[in-house]
């Protein structure tokens, strides 16, 4: 919970980095001991998912913060509470590019991406999922192939980059086999339902900034 004077949450150290630091969905951040619950890729290039802990933690602001300062004082968090040290460094890591496929997109008409002309919390992706097991939908309204690698980032292995070059907005249901926990679609299936738009998903390596927790603590209770 996150309002301009308080943050309350109940999370692994990778979590809590994610936020602070606006990652994405922790690939951009490496290192530190398992139960900080860092991914990483193995020999194989497969996402390893460690063991974690959480921690409770409630914050006070002396003021109402914007969400850029609250940010701030998450990271102060972490290196006063943590004795959480980090550096920056540039690291190739692997991703799947969405790319268009031999035969060309098969994708609706172009829309205008912005501004969504229906209600609020029906742009992007409304209704996502299903049942457990079998076919799940994912349903677009004016969303972009940006829009739409964020949301596979969120539920594959590793970061998918939007290379199509297109950047229209685009309204569809895409029907999916669901093979993940919860609606996430996995690979497998996610490789097939993008095919689907006469796209693909290319494994390649891509050169990111990440950051490197060089050393951290667990903290005492408060």
């Known amino acids: 919970m ?21 990652l994405g969905r922790g690939f951009q951040a490496s290192g530190g001991p398992e139960w900080v619950g860092t991914p990483y890729f193995d020999s194989s290039g497969a996402r390893v998912w460690p063991a974690f802990e959480q921690f409770e933690i409630h914050a006070t602001a002396a003021r109402p913060s914007s969400e ?9 968090l972490l290196a006063d509470r943590f004795n959480l040290k980090l550096h920056r460094a540039t690291r190739q890591i692997p991703i799947y590019a969405i ?8 994708l609706p008409p172009e829309n205008e991406p912005v501004p969504c002309q229906l209600p609020a919390l ?5 209704t996502i999922g299903g049942d457990e097991g079998g076919v799940h939908l994912i349903k677009a309204r004016y969303a972009t192939m ?60 891509e050169s990111m900034e990440v950051l490197v927790i060089d050393s951290i603590d667990r903290p005492s209770e408060n």
């Open 99 to 106: 790319v268009i496929g031999p035969n060309g997109p098969n």
């Open 146 to 205: 940006a829009n739409f690698s964020a949301l596979l980032t969120n539920n594959m292995d590793r970061p998918v980059i939007d290379k199509t070059g297109l950047t229209a907005g685009y309204s569809f249901d895409l029907l999916y086999e669901h093979s993940g926990p919860g609606w996430r679609t996995g690979p497998a299936a996610a490789i097939d339902a993008v095919q689907k738009l006469g796209l693909r998903l290319e494994p390649q390596t």
């Open 2 to 22: 996150i309002d301009p004077q308080r943050f309350e949450a109940v999370s692994a150290v990778n979590q809590l980095l994610q936020w602070a630091y606006a």
């Open 122 to 126: 029906e742009c992007g992706f409304p």
């Open 68 to 76: 850029a300062e609250m940010r701030q004082m998450v990271q102060a």
